[in-house]
C-alpha cells in the first residue's frame, strides 16, 4: 500500500541522511521536514477519513496539511514556542501557487539555456505566483490570535513523538518490510542523536529589528558574536 512505501522510503532516506552526517538531526530544518512527511505518510488517510463530509478538492490538501502540523507539532514548540492557527488554511491558497511557481521557474531556467526570448513570460508568471503567497502569508499573520505562543518543549519530544506515530501505525500495518525500514531509519535517528553530541553544534544565526538599525548575534559552539550594523547618517536615535 501506499502507507507502507512512504514509510520504507522514508526510513531509508533518514537512514542515509544521518549516515553521511549525523550532525543534521540537530539541524531544525531536518527535523521539520522528517516529521513533516512522517505526519503525511502516517495520518493523511485517516484524516481524509474524518473529513470526509468535505468536498473532494478541500479534503486532500486539507487532510495532507493537517497531518504535516500535528506530525511536527513537538518539533514546532522545540524550535519556536509557537504554533500558527491558521496554517492549514494558507496551504489551501499556498500549496497550489507553490505548484505553479516551481514548474514555471524550472521552465524559465530551461528555456534560458535554449531560447532565451521565451524566458519572460514563465518568468513573469512564477514571480506573480511567488508574490501571491508572500501575500497570503502576510495577510494570515496579520490576523487577529495568528500565532499562538506556547512554552517550548525538549527537542528529544519530537524523536518521541515521532516513534509513537510509528509505533501506532505498526498496529495496523500490512507490510513488515515497511515497518522495518522506518524503525530502522527511527533507530538511526536514536544513534544520530548521540553522534551529534561528539561534533560541535551548528552554526546559529538570529536577525534583531532594533528599530535605529538591525544587528545580528552569531552562535557557534560555545562561541557567541554580535554584529551591530550601527545607525546610518540620516536616522536619529
Known sequence: GREG???????????????????QLLGMSFQLSVSAMLGIVLLTERMERWLRFLPRFLRGSLAMTLA??????PSLLAGFGSVSLYAPLANLLAVPLAGLAVPLGLL???LDGFWPALTPLPAMLSSLAVRTMNLVAEGFASLPLAELLLPKLPQVLGLLWSLLLLALSELRARARLAGG??????????LGLWLAGLFPSALEITFLSVGCADSAILRLGGATVVVDAGRTGNQTP
Do not use: F, K, N, Y
Open 5 to 23: 512505501d512512504g514509510l520504507s522510503g522514508l526510513g531509508l532516506a533518514v537512514g542515509c541522511i544521518l549516515l553521511l552526517d549525523p550532525r
Open 68 to 73: 504535516a502540523q500535528l506530525g511536527c507539532l
Open 108 to 110: 524559465t531556467l530551461l
Open 181 to 190: 525500514l522506518a524503525a530502522g531509519g527511527l533507530c538511526a535517528l536514536a
